[in-house]
């Protein structure tokens, strides 16, 4: 009986460190024999990408090496997939650049070039269903704010954009608006378009409260996600306070004649299901010296893209001449994406 009592008594009792870690122990163990059965196999292609994936998402920190053969493994995968050579870029931070956007919304004509351009260069899933966007150009109704409206819900300038923002509208913009629209031809009368997408916080609260770490600010100021360590718990999207996060509910749709097969390890390589994705101001394109794409097929010029700390950078001369404003600044956040009037 008092052995008995003991085993109880051991099967009742809380988890401990110790034992939480005795545990652990034991499951590398049995991973590492794992392991090597794998890595074994006389056909090791698939073998050794489930392993080397599964490896890295237990809590091993990669040498640069590995990285290159991660990448490597990727470049082969997707170019299998999509029947095509794929590449996937890990190119670095800039030294001396912190990319910084500015758009002017009195020239947006709501024509959603922007949208289409970003979806193909950046691999978004497509279908009624399963079509992710990263940039919402908003379709307002000019003036379309009361003087009880302005009580509740802010301050809203001439053309519709509220300057301080409230818990009522986590983006601080106008009450009503439409992401999906397709009339017969823009502008529209009486229309106002605001264009959405990722802000590149300098404080970006979705970092903070990622509980994994896969999603950083680089040091040219780009919020970033590595999509093989996103555990797809969604709190950076209920953090973020500007709708800029996406979630793939189910396999993305990318049609193999339309994918893009200029990626980077951080930007447009496919995604799967169960991780989140966002605006990475084409980061495949902006570290080799490009345009976003949103920004080089813009009809207007609405778009401004630069180096923040090149003082003769055009994004600079429209900070430093035209009427700027953030969207909720009172949030402290310090986005890197203006908006500006002439």
């Known amino acids: 009986m008092p052995n008995q009592d003991k085993s109880k008594e051991k099967e009742s009792r809380p988890t401990t460190r110790r034992d939480f870690l005795r545990g652990a122990g034991n499951y590398t163990v049995a991973s590492l024999s794992g392991a090597a059965m794998l890595l074994a196999d006389p056909k090791p292609a698939k073998a050794n990408i489930t392993w080397a994936e599964h490896f890295q998402k237990n809590y091993r920190l990669m040498t640069e090496e590995e990285k290159q053969e991660a990448i490597e493994r990727l470049e082969t995968r997707y170019s299998e997939e999509y029947g095509k050579k794929v590449t996937v870029d890990g190119t670095p931070s800039i030294e001396g650049v912190l990319f910084g956007y500015a758009l002017n919304i009195q020239k947006c004509i709501g024509c959603r070039r922007c949208v289409k351009a970003c979806v193909a260069e950046n691999n978004q899933s497509r279908g009624d269903e399963q079509q992710i966007e990263w940039i919402r150009v908003l379709r307002m109704e000019k003036g379309n704010f009361s003087a009880e409206d302005r009580d509740q819900h802010g301050y809203p300038e001439s053309f519709g954009v509220q300057v301080g923002g409230n818990a009522y509208k986590p983006a601080g913009v106008v009450l009503e608006g439409q992401h999906y629209y397709e009339p017969e031809q823009v502008p529209e009368k009486d229309a106002f378009y605001f264009p959405m997408q990722c802000m590149q916080c300098e404080k970006p609260p979705c970092v903070k409260v990622c509980p994994v770490r896969t999603t950083y600010r680089d040091p040219d100021g780009i919020v970033v996600i590595d999509y093989n360590w996103c555990i797809g718990c969604r709190m950076c999207i209920g953090a973020c306070p500007y709708w800029a996060r996406r979630f793939n509910w189910g396999e993305p749709n990318l049609p193999k004649e339309e994918m893009n097969p200029v990626t980077h390890y951080l930007g447009n390589r496919p995604r799967m ?64 994406f203006f908006y500006f009037m002439d």
């Open 273 to 336: 299901k169960g991780v989140v994705e966002k605006c990475t101001y084409c980061v495949q394109r902006t570290r080799k010296g490009r345009w976003t794409a949103c920004v080089e097929v813009c009809p207007v010029g609405a778009r401004k893209f630069g180096n923040l700390l090149d003082p003769n950078s055009e994004i600079r001369k429209v900070l430093a001449k035209k009427k700027v404003f953030r969207l909720r600044a009172d949030l402290n956040t310090y986005p890197k």
